[in-house]
């Protein structure tokens, strides 16, 4: 009876943008699981239907998605005016992709299959509290 609840404090919201529904659902866990809402979006075009209602804190963005993809993604935010901080986590590793990206305004950029989610959860937790 004694119980505090401190459910007033709102949960910091990801949006998570990746077509590979395993690792769309390990990402979802994994930020659940740290005390994030999240929200996954299937492909490029959901993504920014769901930002035209939704405000969120951070983006996880693949760059090879259906409909659109990232860097079209990252180009239409950019159009809006959109300052919610994106995180690419793309298994391309070209230094042409990643300067693009962050030249588009990607605020960082993983290779998906060379960094494990949790490093990738930390740094979303890095970037939330800048």
Do not use: C, W
Not at 37 to 46: I, S
Not at 71 to 94: A, H, Y
Request: hydrophobic content about 40%.
């Amino acid at each position: 009876m004694n119980e505090i609840k401190i459910e007033n404090q709102e949960k910091s919201k990801i949006l998570i943008v990746e077509d590979e529904k395993p690792m769309a659902r390990a990402l979802e866990i994994k930020l659940s699981n740290s005390g994030y809402t999240a929200k996954v979006a299937y492909d490029g075009q959901k993504a920014l239907d769901i930002l035209a209602l939704e405000k969120f804190d951070v983006i996880l963005l693949d760059l090879v998605t259906p409909r659109k993809d990232g860097f079209d993604v990252l180009k239409e935010l950019k159009e809006r005016g959109d300052k919610t901080p994106v995180i690419i986590s793309s298994n391309l590793s070209q230094p042409e992709d990643i300067k693009r990206a962050k030249d588009l305004g990607a605020r960082d950029y993983f290779v998906k299959s060379n960094t494990p989610i949790s490093v990738v959860v930390e740094h979303v937790k890095d970037v939330l509290a800048e």
